[in-house]
């Protein structure tokens, strides 16, 4: 049985395929990151990715209570060997990563970004945390102003 987004997806892949390209998902954006990497063993979408350049995690969180980031080892270490040219950007706030209500998004980061790091290697997976000292709701938002001073890799 095919998926109800199989014309979509080969609609989708072809006509932007060729365009390179620098993905981010911001916010709950990240679950659109997530998924993208899961249908990525679709050979439809083959063409698409091989035009990403960068894909940037950018202060991923949401209240859903878990799966915000792929945890998975066995498919983080499929996607890296079969993308090696995509270069992993994580950027991340104290209010994501240490918010006690969910303590999740902390560990699940964690856990993703030593993952790729550990399969990829500091030239390929950038991580940083920005605004250590606060958790303000608002520094989820100056996230989006640290590309003026840290263009994406």
């Known amino acids: 049985m095919s998926s109800p987004f199989h014309g979509f997806y080969s609609y989708f892949c072809r006509s932007v395929s060729k365009i390179s390209k620098k993905l981010i998902g911001f916010s709950k954006g990240v679950v659109v990151l997530n998924q993208l990497l899961l249908d990525s063993k679709s050979q439809l979408c083959q063409d698409f990715f091989d035009s990403v350049q960068t894909m940037c995690w950018l202060d991923g969180g949401h209240n859903g209570g878990k799966h915000t980031w ?84």
Do not use: C, M, Y
């Open 70 to 153: 792929l945890t998975e080892v066995t498919f983080l270490t499929d996607f890296s060997e079969r993308f090696k040219h995509i270069k992993i950007e994580i950027r991340v706030t104290p209010r994501q990563i240490e918010d006690e209500n969910r303590a999740w998004i902390g560990k699940e980061e964690a856990i993703f970004s030593a993952t790729l790091l550990n399969l990829l290697g500091p030239s390929q997976v950038r991580r940083r945390v920005f605004f250590h000292d606060e958790k303000s709701l608002i520094n989820h938002f100056r996230v989006l102003d640290t590309f003026e001073e840290l263009p994406l890799l």
